[in-house]
């Protein structure tokens, strides 16, 4: 079935860095765009980065600017997430999620997310 | 940048009732508007997509309206299942910009 499984997350000291990875299945997955997204315990959602289907383009929170790097491997059917200089704020649950695209008829949405892997920032 | 507010923040409502959901873009976004509902310790779904599309598989009694920058999602018919959070995303000016959430607003049982 059409599914994304992240994996990578963990416990980290401040100034730390770990790789995120998101695995898809039972889809073309160089036909869609694909987004991270977090969520602090008890929060909402924050958008993170967004890559192009051929790694073409990427953008960046500003929160997280200079810091993480969103990267994919069409022919592994993998995203990627490294996060770098981490602090107690990058704390939260970090979610993948597809698009089909940014047309006025796609807009941008996610249709398909994965189950999340927590991130936890702490001395 | 994009701002999306939600309101309301939180709300009480009975199985059975309609409820209402307005979010508001700070500049005019089209219809580049989407919604989604998360039960608690889950993962967020979509519900509705283009401002008015329905997701395949998501119950009828869910509808969006609006463009521009104001927005509404309205649940019909309110059951059990609906008592979550929900979500408004834009994504406009992607790729070039960011992509911005609503607050959320909780649903919860009077």
């Known amino acids: 079935q059409v599914q994304l499984v992240e994996s990578g997350g963990g416990l980290v000291k401040p100034g730390g860095s770990l790789r995120l990875s998101c695995e898809a299945s039972g889809f073309i997955f160089s036909d869609y765009y694909m987004t991270w997204i977090r969520q602090a315990p008890g929060k909402g959602l924050e958008w993170v980065s967004y890559?192009?289907?051929?790694?073409?383009?990427?953008n960046y929170a500003d929160s997280v600017k200079g810091r993480f790097t969103i990267s994919r491997d069409n022919a592994k059917n993998s995203l990627y997430l490294q996060l770098n200089s981490l602090t107690a704020e990058d704390t939260a649950l970090y979610y993948c999620a597809r698009s089909p695209g940014y047309s006025s008829s796609s807009t941008g949405a996610l249709d398909i997310w994965g189950q999340g892997t927590m991130v936890t920032v702490s001395s | 940048d994009m701002q999306m507010t939600q309101s309301p923040s939180s709300l009480s409502a009975s199985v059975g009732d309609r409820v209402t959901i307005t979010c508001r873009a700070s500049h005019s976004i089209g219809n580049y508007l989407n919604w989604y509902q998360q039960k608690a310790g889950k993962a967020p779904q979509l519900l509705i997509y283009a401002a008015s599309s329905l997701q395949t598989g998501v119950p009828s009694r869910f509808s969006g309206s609006g463009s521009g920058t104001d927005f509404t999602l309205t649940i019909n018919s309110l059951q059990p299942e609906d008592f979550a959070t929900y979500y408004c995303q834009q994504s406009y000016s992607t790729p070039r910009g960011p992509v911005t959430f609503g607050q959320g607003t909780r649903l919860e049982i009077k």
């Open positions: 890559i192009s289907l051929s790694s073409s383009y990427t």
